[in-house]
């Protein structure tokens, strides 16, 4: 399966934006994915995973503000973030695995290019 994430762009402190992630070549049916988060010279962290079921689990980066959900029928997922503020300010990734347990730990097979979210103060 093939991962496509959209929606980033530029935003003011305090707004919002709603990403996407679609899956090509593949139902998303039975994956969990996870949204991660790269800023400019950090590393890579998670937001957060939602399982084949619907079920959420938020890291510190988005808790409180995160809502993460899913469309099957659109084969997507989707990355609502609230209230942004300038050290949000990253590129998004979304990732795909058949295993809950490694989208829990970031180990996922399938990995989309990202898309820049940067948020203005």
């Known amino acids: 399966v093939q991962l496509q994430a959209s929606g980033g762009g530029l935003v003011q402190s305090g707004g919002s934006l709603r990403l996407s992630c679609r899956a090509f070549?593949?139902?998303?049916?039975?994956?969990?994915i996870g949204w991660f988060r790269q800023a400019p010279g950090k590393e890579r962290e998670q937001v957060g995973c939602?399982?084949?079921?619907?079920?959420?689990v938020y890291r510190d980066s988005g808790s409180g503000r995160v809502t993460i959900s899913r469309d099957n029928a659109k084969n997507t997922v989707y990355l609502q973030k609230n209230n942004l503020k300038p050290e949000d300010t990253a590129v998004y990734y979304c990732?795909?695995?058949?295993?809950?347990?490694?989208?829990?730990?970031?180990?996922?097979?399938?990995w989309g290019e990202g898309t820049q979210v940067t948020v203005s103060s």
């Open positions: 070549g593949g139902s998303l049916d039975y994956y969990s």
């Open positions: 939602i399982r084949s079921d619907d079920g959420t």
């Open positions: 990732a795909a695995d058949t295993s809950y347990s490694g989208c829990l730990n970031g180990y996922l097979k399938h």
